[in-house]
């Protein structure tokens, strides 16, 4: 039987690891608001407040339960050792499960394929990423426009509200390529 459950708990660990790299994507661009970003939050706070993680709070439990109702197994003992078991599958509860989880599977899939929107980067949780991103640590953070320069601008992070970034200007490290020309 854990031959079989062992799937699905790995998809939806897979899934929760989803969950939990885009709640801390959109906890980063919070940086971008009119509140800033708070540094210390209440991760429980976090898990419950946002949807993605309710919608796996409740699916979990419930496809583990209609896998329950798919199969069953019987033991038979003779003379006090175990001597057969037998497992039952039900096709239309198996049905079920599978077209639960197929609707599962195209949501996750849809929101692991959206893109944050907004020039600020993306760090999906990559701790390195954060700290490359991150100049100036405060409890309460921004990200912006913090100043113009020669061939590049600089955007980020400060403890005031900073103006928004300036699409025209191309800032240091946009990956837009050198403008020094090459020999």
Wanted: glycine share 8%; proline share 7%.
């Amino acid at each position: 039987m854990a031959v079989i459950q062992g799937p699905l708990t790995l998809g939806l660990h897979c899934s929760e690891l989803i969950a939990n790299v885009i709640r801390d994507e959109r906890q980063w661009r919070f940086a971008t608001g009119r509140k800033g970003l708070r540094t210390a939050t209440n991760p429980v706070k976090t898990i419950f407040t946002h949807p993605i993680c309710l919608v796996l709070f409740v699916t979990k439990p419930f496809l583990h339960w209609m896998f329950g109702l798919s199969f069953n197994t019987y033991p038979f003992a003779m003379q006090g050792q175990l001597s057969n078991i037998e497992v039952r599958m039900y096709n239309a509860q198996i049905w079920n499960l599978s077209i639960a989880l197929f609707i599962f599977a195209c949501f996750f899939t849809f929101v692991a394929m959206r893109r944050p929107r907004g020039p600020q980067p993306a760090a999906y949780g990559h701790v390195q990423t954060l700290a490359n991103l991150v100049d100036e640590w405060s409890p309460v953070m921004w990200w912006g426009h913090k100043e113009d320069g020669i061939p590049y601008c600089h955007a980020g992070t400060s403890d005031h509200p900073l103006p928004d970034v300036k699409m025209d200007c191309v800032y240091a490290g946009s990956g837009t390529g050198s403008l020094v020309p090459l020999l």
